[in-house]
């Protein structure tokens, strides 16, 4: 519409100015070389306008002539262009549904349309990776990684190729390269993290963790847990001195304070070093946060040359942290029976005896028997304690430890382990033996 109104201003400015010139009549005298031409004004404007016309049409048409062959050659590779990204969308397709054969033709067809386009790279490679051509899939991405473009999608191809054919080394040098050319590529960070933790080496995980945050791939909170963990890993690897683990360990309880490895080691640590009061602070404010046997046993130990009667009333202190935990009560027996306060430890234990675990059943066992030398009652809680739930443990990703380690030896996620029972152990046990809570402790 506006370039219809467009046309009809310019025809009416026209016309108007064709009457005014009509309406204003007048000649025209050229002399050149020795030639006189007269005509009238009109007429004169009108071979002035043809001859602009003329000009005009003459320069198009031999811009188009000498333009020709460029345009020629665009048009057609727009051609092989639009049947490059047809065959790349057709392949993707087949590459969705599972159709191995579709999907090859598809990437050869691109590849030999666009060869160096990297949407025809990446379908060549993923064709033959779900042909189960692993070497040519190889291949593809190594010349995508040797180009400026690709370079990272080609690394992240050979990762995953590594990670298929097993071979750590590879996987984690791709990863390396990968993260040093984009710090803030997730995939990449998170396995250098792992790789370098499933290698032993917590000097480098903490650069990667560092250089994971400076990124902006972990929050803050994650950031200080697996801090705590890497710095606790180093203090338990052997590889530095015994003043130096208990930095580590000092500085990884103040990024986390519950972290029991942590304050396990810097509480003996410490206390190595005759700081008793500041050992005690630690293992206290660590087991108000997660009640565990090794804050127990470090507690314990302390003071190596207290009396046991002594060690108990330590041990009831620690217990009010966490009053309802179980392991609370079982420190209490324990303490309490080498103290030989059996009434103390019965009653301790009393309360979890409906679904003892096999740590409980062995106490009791220990309690019948030192307590009244009840051989068979003791033999009768042995039993049980073969059959009960199994305590806690340290778990992850289905692997049961005796002892924590800072990653997974499986997976190498950070802080993997967790403190709790194996699943396959949950399934209920046999019969409850009932105990005589009627019984008199004295009177044993």
Known sequence: ML????????????????????DRPGDIAITWLGYQVETSVMVGLAALVTLVVVVILVWTILRAIVKAPAAFAARRLDKRARKAYKAISQGIVAIGAGDALAARRFANEAQRLAPKEPLALLLGAQAAQIGGNAAEAERTFRAMAAREDTKLLGLHGLFIEAQRSDNAAAARAFAEDA?????????AAEAVLQYRCAAGDWTGALAALERNMRSKLVDRDTYKRQRAVLLTGRALSGEVDAEMSKALVLEALKLSPGLVPAASLAGRLLTESGQTRKATKVVETAYAINPHPDLVETYANIFPNESNRDRLGRIRTLAKLAPNAPESAMAVARAAIDAQEFASARSSLTPMLTMPTQR?????????????????????????????????????????????????????????????????????????????????????
């Open 360 to 444: 409980m059943a062995t106490l009791m066992a220990e309690l019948e028997e030192k307590e009244g030398g009840d051989v068979g009652r003791s033999r009768e809680w042995m039993r049980r304690a073969l059959q009960a739930t199994r305590d806690p443990t340290w778990t992850a990703d289905g692997l049961v430890s005796a002892k924590w380690m800072p990653a997974s030896p499986i997976s190498g996620r950070i802080d993997a382990f967790e403190w709790r029972i194996p699943i396959a152990d949950l399934a209920p046990q046999g019969p409850v033996i009932e105990h005589d809570q009627g019984r008199p402790a004295a009177a044993a």
């Open 179 to 187: 993260a040093r050319a984009a710090p803030n590529l997730a995939w």
């Open 3 to 22: 370039r219809v109104l467009l046309f009809l201003a310019a025809v009416t400015a026209l016309a108007f100015g064709a009457a005014w010139l009509a």
